[in-house]
Every structure is written in structure tokens, then in C-alpha cells.
């Protein structure tokens, strides 16, 4: 089946650190891949998506390359904010059909100043 | 505007109580979504509607009843929830929801449902 692997957390971090979040999956054919974000307290925000192999997603300073040869789909920050402090989420559509959506168990950031 | 807005933001109910939740978006999508999520766990889905029709029921029990009464709303209907139903209840929508095609879902704040 499909199925999405994420970094335990917390992942804890001083402000203006390099952020890397991985993330592997699991899919047959030919899936899409997403981030998104979570801040206390509301709902899940999409970051970025990448729908094909070797595409990068990117928004907000935050990028992930979609590889297919690893199957990973990273997530990357040059310089993370106290206020990038949130869960985040990787997720996989596996396009079969009604955009069910499989997502990894989530992982915590923390950004101290 | 991508906005999904859910009422209300907090309900606390008796395991007697009847009530329902609200979601609304005017993005002109077609596909609505209910998601229940609990503490420190992803979102799991519950329903899925696509063009009004119910096309996925993730073998909820049938305390919950999801509603949608035209394209822009989505509710769900609670009756004689249990404690262990307490969670945050996420509605998503999306564009569209046909095979082969990739839909960003778009969320709501929650409802923060607590049963006692």
C-alpha cells in the first residue's frame, strides 16, 4: 500500500539554523507529494507540491525536491524563524482517484530566538 | 480568496446531545472533505464528496452523518458521540477529485469538538 515516512521529532532548532525535515514514501505509479504546515491551534496549510519527478516545490523560503530514485521529497529552510515553529506534514496523493490524501505521522518544530 | 470556514470553532456536548458542524468554501470547488484528527496524529479521513454525491465513507460509525446540501456547504451531523470522538474535525475542499489529475486540498481552521 501507500504510505509516507517522516523524521521523528521534536526537531529543535536556534533561529536562522538550516532546516531539513525528511521524508520517504511508498506508491505505485506515479504519485504527488506535499507539505503541510500546522501552527497551534488551527488547521493544516499546503506549504508546496511537487506532482512529478525532479520537480521542487517552493514557497515561503521552504523548498522540497521531488526524488524519485530515492523516493524522498525532503523539506528544506536556509534560515528558520521563531515563527516557522509549527507540525509539518508531508503527504502523498497517489492520483488514483477521489485526492485521498496519505500523510506521514507529522513532525514538530521548535525555533528557539 | 482559498478560504475553508468551519462553525463553529469549539462545541462541547453531552454524549446525549445532538449537534453538527459547519463548512463552507467559495472557491467554486467541487470536491468536500471531513477529516477527524486527534492529538499529535495526522488527519484521517472520514468522507469525501464529489459534485454533492457521497463517493467515500471511510467506514465511520453512524453516529456521524455528513450532509451536503449544495456545492459551497458541508455539514456533519453528531448524535450520541462517545468521549473517545473528542478531536479536532477538519473539513478540506478541492477542485475536483477525478483519477489521474493532482488536487490540492484546501483546509479549514477545525472544530474543536470535546464530548463529555
Known amino acids: 500500500g501507500n504510505s509516507v515516512t517522516q523524521m521523528e521529532g521534536p526537531v529543535t532548532l536556534s533561529e536562522e539554523a538550516f532546516l531539513t525535515i525528511n521524508c520517504t514514501y511508498t506508491?505505485?505509479?506515479?504519485?504527488?507529494l506535499f507539505w503541510y504546515v500546522q501552527y497551534p491551534g488551527e488547521g493544516l496549510q499546503l506549504l508546496l507540491k511537487?506532482?512529478?519527478?525532479?520537480d521542487k516545490g517552493s514557497n515561503k523560503g521552504f523548498e522540497a525536491t521531488y526524488r524519485k530514485e530515492t523516493t524522498s521529497f525532503h523539506l528544506e529552510k536556509g534560515s528558520v524563524q521563531v515563527s516557522d515553529s509549527a507540525v509539518y506534514f508531508c503527504?502523498?496523493?497517489?492520483?488514483?482517484?477521489?485526492?485521498?490524501?496519505?500523510f506521514g505521522t507529522g513532525t514538530r518544530l521548535l525555533v528557539s530566538p | 480568496d482559498t478560504e475553508v470556514t468551519q462553525t463553529p470553532k469549539h462545541l462541547v456536548m453531552g454524549m446525549t446531545n445532538k449537534k453538527s458542524l459547519k463548512c463552507e468554501q467559495h472557491?467554486?470547488?467541487?470536491?468536500m472533505y471531513w477529516y477527524k484528527q486527534k492529538a499529535k496524529k495526522p488527519p484521517e479521513l472520514m468522507f469525501v464528496?464529489?459534485?454533492?454525491?457521497?463517493?467515500i465513507n471511510e467506514s465511520v460509525p453512524s453516529r456521524f452523518s455528513p450532509e451536503c446540501p449544495n456545492s459551497s456547504l458541508l455539514n456533519l451531523h453528531l448524535h450520541a458521540l462517545q468521549p473517545e470522538d473528542s478531536a479536532l474535525y477538519l473539513c478540506?475542499?478541492?477542485?475536483?477529485?477525478?483519477?489521474?489529475?493532482?488536487?490540492?486540498?484546501?483546509f479549514g481552521p477545525g472544530t474543536r469538538l470535546t464530548v463529555t
Open positions: 478540506a475542499s478541492s477542485q475536483d477529485t477525478g483519477a489521474g489529475a493532482s488536487y490540492e486540498q484546501y
Open positions: 506508491a505505485t505509479g506515479y504519485p504527488s
Open positions: 511537487a506532482t512529478k519527478a525532479d
Open positions: 503527504a502523498l496523493n497517489a492520483n488514483t482517484g477521489f485526492q485521498k490524501l496519505v
Open positions: 472557491m467554486g470547488h467541487r470536491a
Open positions: 464528496y464529489s459534485y454533492e454525491k457521497l463517493s
